[in-house]
């Protein structure tokens, strides 16, 4: 499975961005999906969630800012960032989640976002 993250970028606070994650490869054992994020010097930390069937969950800090979603057909996962904060700067990652493994087994390879005061 491979991941490929997009659309990150510098952003006034306030503004919004989206990111696009496409995954090829193997997928049949994908159901689940994520994005996570990681600022240098601190642990990466789940951003929200989706499963296969739609169903989203978020963290508290992006509830009723961001939205994640799916299009299984194009086998992409967006999510979308509004009302930016500079404290939401970091490395926006996509993440699939492994049936057979149990876990986010696959990562992409980050894409940048930041954000001015």
């Known amino acids: 499975v491979q991941l490929v993250e997009s659309g990150g970028g510098l952003v006034q606070a306030g503004g919004s961005l989206r990111l696009s994650c496409v995954a090829s490869?193997?997928?049949?054992?994908?159901?689940?999906m994520g994005w996570f994020r990681q600022v240098p010097g601190k642990e990466r930390e789940l951003v929200a969630t989706?499963?296969?069937?739609?169903?989203?969950d978020y963290a508290d800090f992006v509830k009723r800012r961001f939205t994640i979603s799916r299009d299984n057909a194009k086998n992409t996962l967006y999510l979308q960032m509004n009302s930016l904060k500079p404290e939401d700067a970091a490395m926006y990652y996509c993440a699939a989640y492994e049936d057979q493994v149990g876990e986010y087994h696959y990562w992409g390879q980050g894409t940048q976002v930041t954000v001015s005061s």
């Open positions: 490869g193997s997928l049949f054992s994908i159901n689940a």
């Open positions: 989706i499963s296969s069937g739609g169903s989203a």
